[in-house]
């Protein structure tokens, strides 16, 4: 049986962090900034701008903004979770405006970006992330946590499109449908105001 730990990404050396973002679906090509620049500065940065990008906030970061996964001390997934206000690029879509919370609320957290391995997928390490995110947010001061899943059951969808995790991920982590933008995108949220570290 594999031996999975979670460990916050601003702790682990970069090329774990290269490991995660390198081994199939966008992770090598987006190095999880789709939400923190605009869609201009996005597509025109190359590669290894937006890995920079990723290495310069990861080195400045107060609280860890992503997780890491690793299955038997290999580098295997990550996840993306900090203030909605500290992922400028959330405020400009439409599928989260479909949300009741104020866009810039410190309280409410963002699950944004999940990155497998291919090799280490269908072993539930969403799933574990998405538990470690939950807990990371509320141990950070977070009130509510938020997804912007895809309806799998409504729509065909890719392992590159599942960056956003799907509904029953997030339904199955206690989350509660709280929108639906779309037909096939929702918004989640699970209030984890009463699990927040006392001040």
């Known amino acids: 049986m594999p031996t999975i730990r979670i460990e916050p ?18 992770g090598a090509s987006c190095w999880c900034q789709w939400f923190m620049v605009t869609r201009k500065e996005f ?9 920079a990008l990723l290495r310069r906030e990861l080195t400045r970061a107060e609280a860890p903004p992503a997780l890491i996964a690793y299955v038997d001390d290999a580098a295997a997934a990550w996840v993306r979770v900090g203030p909605r206000p500290s992922q400028p690029a959330l405020g400009r879509s439409r599928i989260i405006k479909a949300s009741a919370e104020p ?9 944004t970006c ?12 969403a799933r574990e ?3 470690a995110a939950v807990d990371h947010a509320a141990a950070h001061g977070a009130r509510v946590v938020e997804a912007y899943p ?3 059951s409504l729509r065909k969808t890719t392992n590159n499109e599942l960056f956003h995790g799907s ?10 449908e709280v929108a639906r933008p779309t037909d096939a995108r929702a918004v989640m949220a699970l209030d984890v105001s009463r699990r927040r570290r006392a001040p």
């Open 103 to 111: 866009i810039d609320d410190d309280a409410v957290w963002a699950i």
């Open 114 to 125: 999940f990155v497998v391995r291919r090799e280490h997928r269908g072993r539930g390490l």
């Open 150 to 152: 895809v309806d799998t």
């Open 167 to 176: 509904v029953q991920l997030f339904r199955d982590a206690g989350f509660r």
């Open 43 to 51: 597509d025109a940065c190359s590669r290894d701008d937006k890995a």
């Open 129 to 131: 992330l998405t538990a």
């Open 9 to 26: 990404a601003t702790t682990v050396p970069w090329s774990d962090v290269e490991q995660t973002m390198t081994g199939g679906g966008d």
